[in-house]
């Protein structure tokens, strides 16, 4: 993989719609920053600069929905935001530009996880994976 988001892309089957696939690539840092600049004006109510606060108080509160929550991996991230960035080409007729906000709830996160997946794995690492990672980090900086 290239530090180069342009670089990097895929081609992923559509599990509830073969053989439709759907032709993704990483997202920039700056398409990134956009896509959670996006998500907590959304859900903050036009204001971005309370967003990491209120996600640390949904997290203190000890309620297991919201600690569920703060598992997603799309937390804190706009989905068609990440589609619009991530989404090169499908083999539907219609062209994505012009129907991403016709996609249903099911598809739009499909695709919004599967262009997170590509541009920060670390998001889905399991807990045992994450231990795995840093260790491999320290060890690395070690030699360094």
């Known amino acids: ?16 719609d073969p053989p439709h696939t759907i032709t993704i690539r990483k997202l920039t840092g700056r398409e990134v920053e956009k896509a959670q600049e996006a998500d907590a ?15 640390k108080r ?20 706009d989905r068609f935001a990440i589609i619009r960035f991530g989404l090169m080409a499908w083999t539907y007729e219609q062209k994505p530009a012009d129907t991403i906000d016709d996609l249903d709830d099911e598809a739009a996160t499909f695709i919004a996880l599967a262009i997170l997946k590509l541009t920060k794995p670390g998001l889905f690492l399991t807990g045992e994976a994450v231990e795995d990672a840093q260790k491999e980090l320290s060890v690395a900086a070690s030699l360094a």
């Open 58 to 77: 949904m997290a203190a509160t000890g309620d297991p929905k919201a600690m569920d929550a703060l598992h997603d991996p799309l937390i804190g991230y």
């Open 1 to 16: 993989m290239s530090i180069f988001a342009s670089q990097t892309s895929q081609t992923v089957l559509m599990p509830f």
């Open 41 to 55: 004006i959304n859900l903050a109510k036009g204001s971005a600069r309370t967003w990491a606060a209120r996600l």
